[in-house]
């Protein structure tokens, strides 16, 4: 069974920091990209951040550039997302993704294995 989980959400004030975990089951993720979105209630779901694993190549939405980073671990079948600096706009249901379709690789509809989410809320 293919399934991503995420975990690592929580509560912070602005400025702090978390770290996200996506744990791939299923299969690898040698060779794969792999991305983070982000989803606040009646908003679309927006890309955050992606990383193929292959080479390390990533890529971040504007709006975290400097602040967040992905990272990857193949033997552990986990792709990271570091959160620092945190805001108040960065509250959302944070998800992780694999990309099936080419395209953008900060376009959520390229994605699919979608996990349960995890909520990351920031007060200000």
């Known amino acids: 069974q293919v399934q991503l989980v995420e975990s690592g959400g929580g509560s912070v004030q602005a400025g702090g920091s978390l770290r996200l975990s996506c744990a791939a089951s299923g299969y690898t993720i040698n060779n794969k990209r792999l991305g983070w979105f982000r989803q606040a209630p009646g908003k679309e779901r927006e890309g955050v951040a992606s990383?193929?694993?292959?080479?390390?190549?990533?890529d971040y939405a504007d709006s975290v550039k400097g602040r967040f980073t992905i990272s990857q671990d193949n033997a552990k079948k986990t792709v990271y997302l570091q959160m620092n600096s945190l805001k108040p706009e960065d509250t959302a249901t944070y998800y992780c993704?694999?990309?099936?379709?080419?395209?953008?690789?900060?376009?959520?509809?390229?994605?699919?294995?979608w996990g349960q989410g995890t909520q990351v809320t920031v007060s200000s």
């Open positions: 990383i193929y694993t292959g080479g390390g190549i990533t």
């Open positions: 993704g694999r990309m099936v379709l080419a395209g953008s690789p900060l376009d959520a509809t390229k994605f699919r294995d």
